[in-house]
């Protein structure tokens, strides 16, 4: 599977050269930004965009599964603004002894007239068309690209990843929550109650209300090891004969007491 990089006028894209039509998914970034993301299975998978700005660059991402295994690639795309295009008006055949006027028109890349262009011509009998070899100019161009996003592989055994969860916990980082918009997720306001309780409140077939109660430190979950409701005792973390982690209560007041592994915790309604 190869990319190929459209540039035509001011429009950049890319063709995903796709044979077997498997699926594949890629994703067209500019630095940490995601700009478009797909899926097909396609033989020719094609994506463009018009651009305002001639010097952005963008990279591509894409993956796809074969013989059971994931596959990876990228590659950058950005407009060749540079290249120009050169039309030729003359005789095709032109006989010894023969004049021939030869007209040439310059234009850019969105078709408009080039200026200060240095042309040089030669010419060569028609004989030896198959022993030239002129190589093409170099293309000299500097895109405007922003920092990708890089995640370095690695391995880690189990001591390790402890260490790993210990490091990259959610308190350690509560700057992302806020970039993430993690206070909009009920998972997240249950490890980051904004007022130090958090009421989630969902409906239920049964007649009677039910209860369950969880407690966290700075995001992190604490395990409960005794719960009473209204002083009886209705979980132990011991019990091999696991339930459901609900408890019936009746509308009224509620009292709660919460043993955990270095304190115990009362909460009077």
């Known amino acids: 599977m190869s990319l190929s990089r459209v540039s035509s006028g001011d429009t950049l894209g890319f063709v995903l050269n796709n044979p077997y039509e498997i699926p594949v998914f890629f994703t067209v970034f500019n630095g940490r930004q995601v700009i478009a993301t797909g899926s097909k299975a396609d033989k020719t998978i094609l994506w463009t965009k018009h651009m305002k700005d001639r010097r952005q660059m963008y990279k591509v991402k894409w993956q796809y599964y074969w013989a059971g295994e994931e596959h990876s690639k990228e590659g950058v795309i950005g407009l060749l603004y540079k290249l120009l295009n050169i039309k030729i008006e003359n005789d095709p055949n032109v006989f010894p002894g023969q004049k021939d006027s030869i007209k040439i028109d310059v234009t850019d890349y969105l078709g408009r007239p080039a200026s200060d262009v240095n042309l040089t011509a030669v010419s060569y009998n028609n ?106 005792l209705v979980y132990y973390n011991g019990a091999t004969d696991r339930a459901k982690y609900a408890f019936e209560v009746y509308p009224e007041n509620v009292q709660l007491g919460i043993r955990l592994r270095n304190k115990f915790i009362q909460i009077d309604s």
């Open 127 to 232: 004989q030896f068309k198959k022993d030239i070899r002129v190589k093409d100019p170099p293309y000299l161009v500097k895109y405007k690209s922003k920092k990708y996003i890089e995640r370095d592989g690695f391995e880690a055994d189990e001591p390790d990843e402890r260490i790993l969860a210990e490091k990259y916990l959610l308190r350690n980082h509560i700057a992302w929550k806020d970039k993430f918009g993690l206070d909009t997720m009920e998972y997240y306001k249950l490890l980051l109650p904004p007022n130090k309780f958090y009421d989630a409140v969902r409906p239920i077939s049964n007649i009677i209300p039910q209860i369950s109660v969880n407690v966290v430190d700075r995001a992190v979950p604490q395990e409960i090891y005794l719960l009473y409701v209204n002083r009886q």
